[in-house]
């Protein structure tokens, strides 16, 4: 149980010159009741000296009804008054409001005053929660029932006392999803009911998304050979899935992700044990990702809409495109397939008594396809028309703004990158490391049970996008951070005491870093700036009971 209420972060003006902030007010009940059954068998087969084999087969269930209710806060006198019929849901939907310059701002007890059961009542206002959600279909938005079936079949092998060692195996995984539509009212004020469980539900309540309705195999392959007592190398093949209710920004249905991982590589340990390296080149290939422009770019949901439609279109024509709904990244989903290519070094380094040593770098090469296909063409009709109407004897009204066309312009000549993908997850380079003492008791009692340690994150320049023949880059980072803590008994328990600092500083960056771009109305394209993240310290005292 939860509300998501906030109040504004930007600050308003009254008419009366009085700062204040605003906030919905609202509930939320979410529940997931699962049912989950496994089951395995095993069998080991030894009979072959140089060989043994070991046999796993297994099953599982699994149910999970999602339970979704919702309670928007509304103002009912006027349905009360008689001056009404019924509840308007964007009119009558309560909001509070926070002055600023309250004698009392801040304090417990005006927030305590704010809360429902506290908001008092008179000849215009009575306000109570109803189970309503005005931005969705229904108060019980998201409750479904999900069925999942797995069986699996795993062969895995020892050869010449554990020189050699193999792993294949085999998954068949099924899905099925039914989701909730509300039907039912109750009340004076006609709200939704309670949802109910799929199997105490009429019928018709709960409807099957056929698109949820799936199946897939997935394999999976892997030898491992010992070239000595300190080293293996190993070969690994695997396929991987998700199946996925998403549907593009125009409610154009995704399949599944489908994966496939190729990797080879060399692990081991030096024979003192003060260094330990694991080493891999691999292949990743994915197709149907979900990607999506919101973070990268700012083109908004009504600018979407925008460029769907003719501006002699309007909501509630039955030819009106509606964008997805939901979240941002939802009504700004596309699709794209992707391959990388690349290798992982991690070095693991003991080179003294109580330091450790830990340094792990990456190179991708992220080769992407994305599919904006669809986007192309909503902008090439938005261009098409507004050429007609501003052509002479066109109808004016008709023409697209200067700025939506520019904006859908730069859009596609960020995102439409193909070979190369755009975003942070395509840095070519990208590591960590960290370095971590532990004072020894021995040097000094004070010292005994203290650790210093300081880390960083490193990742490379990577492509914002492509426009005007001209390819963008930046937002590389390399971020450090340092702590120092101390453990000791006290009374029994042990007790820990830590000091640390996040974002300490960023050697790739002083002060400022590049996080995108923006095409001027001249053509020219600028970098857009931000400040490097700022320290961030925090002290922590833990107790072990």
Same mark, same amino acid.
């Given at each position: 149980?939860?509300?998501?209420?906030?109040?504004?972060?930007?600050?308003?003006?009254?008419?009366?010159?009085?700062?204040?902030?605003?906030?919905? %007010?609202?509930?939320?009940?979410?529940?997931?009741?699962?049912?989950?059954?496994?089951?395995?068998?095993?069998?080991?087969?030894?009979?072959?000296?140089?060989?043994?084999?070991? %046999?796993?087969?297994?099953?599982?269930?699994?149910?999970?009804?999602?339970?979704?209710?919702?309670?928007?806060?509304?103002?009912?006198?006027?349905?009360?008054?008689?001056?009404?019929?019924?509840?308007?849901?964007?009119?009558?939907?309560?909001?509070?409001?926070?002055?600023?310059? *309250?004698?009392?701002?801040?304090?417990?007890?005006?927030?305590?005053?704010?809360?429902?059961?506290?908001?008092?009542? =008179?000849?215009?206002?009575?306000?109570?929660?109803?189970?309503?959600?005005?931005?969705?279909?229904?108060?019980?938005?998201?409750?479904?029932?999900?069925?999942?079936?797995?069986?699996?079949?795993?062969?895995?092998?020892?050869?010449?006392?554990?020189?050699?060692?193999?792993?294949?195996?085999?998954?068949?995984?099924?899905?099925?999803?039914?989701?909730?539509?509300?039907?039912?009212?109750?009340?004076?004020?006609?709200?939704?009911?309670?949802?109910?469980?799929?199997?105490? $539900?009429?019928?018709?309540?709960?409807?099957?998304?056929?698109?949820?309705?799936? !199946?897939?195999?997935?394999?999976? +392959?892997?030898?491992?050979?010992? %070239?000595?007592?300190?080293?293996?190398?190993?070969?690994?093949?695997?396929?991987?899935?998700?199946?996925?209710?998403?549907?593009?920004?125009?409610?154009?249905?995704?399949?599944?992700?489908?994966?496939? =991982?190729?990797?080879?590589?060399?692990?081991? *340990?030096?024979?003192?044990?003060?260094?330990?390296?694991?080493?891999?080149?691999?292949?990743?290939?994915?197709? &149907?990702?979900?990607?999506?422009?919101?973070?990268?770019?700012?083109?908004?949901?009504?600018?979407?809409?925008?460029?769907?439609?003719?501006?002699?279109?309007? @909501?509630?024509?039955?030819?009106?495109?509606?964008?997805?709904?939901?979240?941002?990244?939802?009504?700004?989903?596309?699709?794209?397939?992707?391959?990388?290519?690349?290798?992982?070094?991690?070095?693991?380094?003991?080179?003294?008594?109580?330091?450790?040593?830990?340094?792990?770098?990456?190179? $991708?090469?992220?080769?992407?396809? @994305? &599919?904006?296909?669809?986007?192309?063409?909503?902008?090439?009709?938005?261009?098409?028309?507004?050429?007609? $109407?501003?052509?002479?004897? +066109?109808?004016?009204?008709?023409?697209?703004?200067?700025?939506?066309? !520019?904006?859908?312009?730069?859009?596609? *000549?960020?995102?439409?990158?193909?070979? =190369?993908?755009?975003?942070?997850?395509?840095?070519?380079?990208?590591?960590?490391?960290?370095?971590?003492?532990?004072?020894?008791?021995?040097?000094?009692?004070?010292?005994?049970?203290?650790?210093?340690?300081? *880390?960083?994150?490193?990742?490379?320049?990577?492509?914002?996008?492509?426009? &005007?023949?001209?390819?963008?880059?930046?937002?590389?980072?390399?971020?450090?951070?340092?702590?120092?803590?101390?453990?000791?008994?006290?009374?029994?328990?042990?007790?820990?005491?830590?000091?640390?600092?996040?974002?300490?500083?960023?050697?790739?960056?002083?002060?400022?870093?590049?996080?995108?771009? =923006?095409?001027?109305?001249?053509?020219?394209?600028?970098?857009?700036?931000?400040?490097?993240? @700022?320290?961030?310290?925090?002290?922590?005292?833990?107790?072990?009971?």
């Amino acid at each position: 149980e939860r509300n998501d209420n906030a109040f504004d972060q930007t600050i308003s003006l009254d008419v009366n010159g009085r700062p204040y902030i605003d906030s919905n %007010l609202d509930l939320k009940h979410f529940a997931n009741d699962v049912i989950a059954f496994r089951g395995s068998a095993v069998y080991k087969f030894d009979k072959v000296k140089w060989m043994e084999q070991t %046999l796993v087969l297994s099953g599982e269930y699994r149910e999970d009804q999602q339970l979704n209710l919702r309670w928007q806060y509304m103002n009912v006198k006027n349905v009360e008054n008689g001056t009404a019929t019924a509840i308007n849901a964007s009119a009558d939907r309560a909001r509070l409001r926070l002055y600023l310059d *309250d004698p009392a701002f801040y304090s417990r007890a005006l927030f305590d005053r704010m809360q429902g059961k506290n908001l008092p009542v =008179t000849d215009i206002v009575h306000v109570v929660p109803l189970k309503y959600f005005a931005s969705g279909t229904s108060a019980a938005d998201g409750t479904e029932w999900r069925q999942a079936f797995a069986g699996s079949v795993s062969l895995s092998g020892r050869y010449f006392n554990g020189r050699l060692q193999s792993l294949i195996g085999a998954r068949r995984d099924f899905g099925r999803n039914f989701y909730y539509v509300a039907s039912r009212k109750e009340g004076r004020f006609n709200e939704d009911i309670a949802p109910p469980r799929k199997g105490s $539900a009429l019928p018709g309540e709960y409807v099957e998304n056929m698109a949820l309705h799936l !199946a897939n195999t997935s394999l999976t +392959g892997g030898l491992t050979f010992a %070239l000595n007592k300190h080293f293996n190398v190993y070969g690994i093949y695997s396929e991987s899935f998700r199946f996925q209710d998403a549907r593009t920004f125009d409610r154009e249905t995704i399949g599944p992700i489908d994966g496939v =991982t190729k990797e080879i590589g060399i692990k081991g *340990d030096l024979p003192n044990s003060r260094a330990s390296v694991n080493f891999g080149l691999f292949e990743i290939q994915r197709q &149907n990702v979900v990607l999506s422009w919101n973070n990268i770019l700012s083109f908004s949901d009504s600018q979407t809409e925008d460029l769907m439609n003719p501006n002699n279109i309007l @909501p509630g024509d039955p030819a009106y495109k509606y964008r997805e709904p939901g979240t941002a990244s939802a009504s700004r989903n596309y699709t794209g397939n992707e391959r990388s290519k690349g290798a992982d070094l991690t070095l693991l380094l003991r080179p003294l008594t109580g330091l450790q040593v830990r340094l792990t770098l990456a190179y $991708a090469d992220v080769k992407g396809s @994305p &599919n904006l296909t669809s986007f192309r063409a909503y902008y090439d009709a938005a261009v098409a028309r507004t050429t007609t $109407a501003l052509a002479p004897g +066109g109808n004016t009204a008709l023409a697209e703004s200067p700025a939506l066309l !520019a904006d859908a312009k730069n859009l596609l *000549d960020s995102l439409y990158v193909v070979g =190369t993908s755009v975003g942070s997850r395509a840095s070519a380079w990208s590591g960590s490391w960290i370095v971590d003492y532990a004072f020894p008791k021995e040097l000094w009692a004070p010292l005994t049970g203290v650790r210093v340690g300081v *880390d960083g994150v490193y990742r490379d320049n990577y492509i914002f996008g492509r426009n &005007n023949g001209e390819t963008l880059s930046g937002g590389a980072s390399h971020l450090v951070d340092a702590y120092i803590m101390r453990e000791q008994k006290l009374w029994g328990k042990l007790v820990r005491v830590r000091l640390g600092v996040k974002n300490l500083t960023d050697l790739a960056n002083d002060g400022i870093r590049k996080t995108s771009f =923006t095409t001027m109305a001249n053509g020219t394209n600028v970098y857009r700036y931000s400040y490097v993240m @700022p320290a961030q310290y925090d002290l922590t005292l833990s107790m072990k009971f």
